[in-house]
């Protein structure tokens, strides 16, 4: 009988790990990290943090994790902080200098979507096997599909914060300085997609 490989889980980038680390190290309570990594199965990681593409059944692990053991509130918070971090990431390690020089200059419009091409060339590092769609205008919507973040969880209130820190960072950086970002709809709440605008003022 031939034995058929099962496919190979999806990865996605190691920052939606480390920067959550991060923030439990500086605000969490002394024991939180370790904590909330083994719940996630995800013990190893206490020793060395992730430098390579992660199964992307581990953020959604990590993030079940945090709420469970934080509660929603916190949990939220936390997830928001790293995704901002993860934008500061970005900004410092993979965005070429010159192409943010050149959004920077760019009216807002015209910046939004330049950036929202550039983010969907690179979805696949944050959504896995979920998919990503940016629409530019006034407001701006970002959504996502099948995400890692909130996957298979029930919710009474939007999750996904630690999308909504990230593309905060990215579009109050390379937009607008007043550009904010709220999820206004949740996968997690029962709607068929997380969508996330994106406001600032002219």
Not at 49 to 68: F, G, I, K, S
Not at 79 to 96: M, S
Request: glycine share 6%; charged share 20%.
């Amino acid at each position: 009988m031939t034995q058929v490989a099962a496919p190979a889980a999806a990865r996605v980038g190691p920052n939606a790990i480390i920067r959550v680390a991060e923030v439990l190290r500086e605000v969490g309570e002394p024991d939180s990290l370790s904590l909330i990594l083994t719940a996630a199965g995800l013990a190893p990681y206490l020793d060395a943090l992730p430098e390579e593409m992660v199964e992307e059944h581990e953020v959604t692990r990590l993030q079940e994790a945090l709420r469970t053991h934080l509660g929603v509130a916190q949990a939220r918070s936390v997830a928001h902080d790293a995704g901002l971090r993860t934008g500061d990431y970005l900004l410092a390690n993979r965005i070429p200098k010159p192409v943010q020089r050149l959004l920077k200059l760019l009216p807002a419009r015209l910046a939004s979507r330049i950036l929202i091409k550039a983010i969907s060339r690179n979805a696949w590092t944050f959504v896995g096997s979920g998919r990503f769609a940016g629409t530019p205008g006034h407001p701006t919507e970002l959504s996502v599909v099948d995400g890692p973040i909130c996957r298979q969880a029930i919710a009474a209130e939007p999750i996904c914060d630690f999308y909504a820190g990230s593309f905060e960072r990215l579009f109050s950086t390379l937009v607008h300085p007043n550009a904010r970002v709220t999820e206004v709809a949740c996968q997690a709440m029962g709607a068929p997609r997380c969508v996330f605008e994106v406001r600032w003022s002219e």
